[in-house]
DNA sequence: TCTGGGGTCCTAGGACCC
DNA sequence: TCTGGGGTCCTAGGACCC
């Protein structure tokens, strides 16, 4: 979808058309918080998604400032999958405002099935959306970005020396600033150039493996079917303060921050049917730096009394002595609660493990 | 007045087991 | 006065994506 968030505000703000428009925090840029989307109107004064609101106004006062409101971004998005799914059901879900679809079995024509999907989009939203049409999801993805908004590409295998590798390394999903830095500082800055080098050279610049996946992709190669139907891994919720916690006095915030994010965790995973085994927390400080801490047990658990405990047990092995910005508090090791917990199979014969629950390990490290 | 929130996957080291 | 090899699980951090 093209500028999604900021395209879905237009729709009840027709009077913002064509002016810079930024959807990000609660649209105050006076207040913490970054931009999501900008209208390329916006866009066109150097604002882009991730930028600190308080930088956008200062790059461009004039520019207008909305909330984000993600439950409507939700409806509007499970709206376009709906709207596609008359076409096809072979769809993977990539997030809000992205999906994968096989055409494969369709005998249509590439450029008239996408005309098709713009179509049906629009008349379910009035949005319009971009679209990449190839052999794999890679080259597909990469397509799709290279005619916004309301483009159609389509990319061939032979197409890949003339279409692909004259872009930036960093148009491929999986090069991100640190790779594409990296990739700088080694002489690459073309996909084509990255094609050029010996996959033994890029494993031993980067892991073996991301060398190996950087040299299949920048030959187009990509054997990953359509996930249909992918399992949750871990369910998590997090805050910024508004103005950083002091990790003393304001200690009693922090703790019934935990506490709240914990049950709406545990209120998230039962609305789902799911339990985790790891409970952790992740804390951010003034100075951005970002640590995590967890805790494995044997039992599942979805109860937000249980996150709450656990919680607060990984909080005693965090030195407390700078200033908190953000604290979050997340579940993972997924299992849907309707599996039986395994006492067919000797699970609850296992030795002891270390005491588990109702004691708090003060002294358990150092 | 710099830097959201919710995810996935990978790497690496240590504990522990056979 | 030297100390294998292979495997799993847990923990922490980091890159990346929408």
């Keep these: 979808m093209d500028a999604f968030y900021a395209s879905v505000e237009l729709l009840s703000r027709p009077d913002l058309r064509g002016r810079p428009v930024a959807i990000g925090g609660r649209g105050d840029p006076t207040r913490r918080g970054v931009v999501t989307t900008a209208t390329y109107e916006a866009r066109a004064f150097g604002i882009h998604s ?41 769809i993977e879900d990539r997030g809000i405002d992205e999906v994968y679809l096989d055409l494969t079995p369709l005998e249509a024509d590439a ?4 005309l098709m999907l713009q179509k049906q989009v629009f008349d379910a939203t009035g949005l319009s959306c971009s679209i990449g049409i190839a052999p794999n999801k890679l080259i597909a993805k990469i397509a799709s970005d290279l005619d916004k908004p309301g483009g159609i590409t389509l990319i061939g295998r032979d197409d890949i020396g003339q279409r692909i590798w004259p872009l930036p390394a ?3 999903p999986g090069v991100g600033p640190k790779a594409d830095a990296r990739l700088s500082q080694l002489g690459i800055s073309t996909i084509g150039q990255l094609a050029a080098r010996d996959p033994a050279w ?24 359509l996930d249909l139907n992918p399992e949750p891994r871990s369910r998590s919720r997090e805050t910024t303060f508004q103005n950083d916690l002091h990790p003393v006095r304001d200690w009693q915030v922090l703790a019934q921050t935990i506490a709240a994010l914990s ?17 952790g927390i992740k804390l951010r400080f003034a100075d951005f730096q970002t640590i995590t801490r967890d805790r494995t047990v044997d039992t599942p658990l979805d109860d937000g009394t249980s996150i709450r405990r656990l919680a607060f047990e990984c909080l005693g092995r965090i030195a407390l002595e700078r200033p908190i910005r953000l604290v979050g508090v997340r579940v993972g090791e997924l299992s849907p609660a309707d599996e039986s917990v395994g006492t067919m199979h000797g699970t609850t014969a296992k030795p002891a493990p270390r005491s588990d629950e109702g004691t708090l390990p003060l002294f358990d490290e150092q």
């Design 170 to 172: 960093r148009k491929i």
């Design 111 to 114: 450029r008239e099935l996408a």
């Design 50 to 90: 991730g930028m600190a609101l308080s930088i956008a106004a200062r790059k461009c006062p004039e520019c207008v400032f909305l909330p984000v409101d993600f439950e409507r971004y939700r409806r509007v998005s499970r709206q376009f999958k709906a709207a596609i799914s008359q076409v096809t059901e072979a």
């Design 202 to 225: 890029l494993s031993e610049q980067f892991s073996p493996r991301y060398g190996q996946w950087l040299h299949r992709a920048a030959h187009g190669h990509d054997d990953r079917p």
């Design 263 to 279: 049950k709406q965790v545990g209120e998230d995973l039962k609305k789902r049917g799911y339990r985790g085994r790891t409970v």
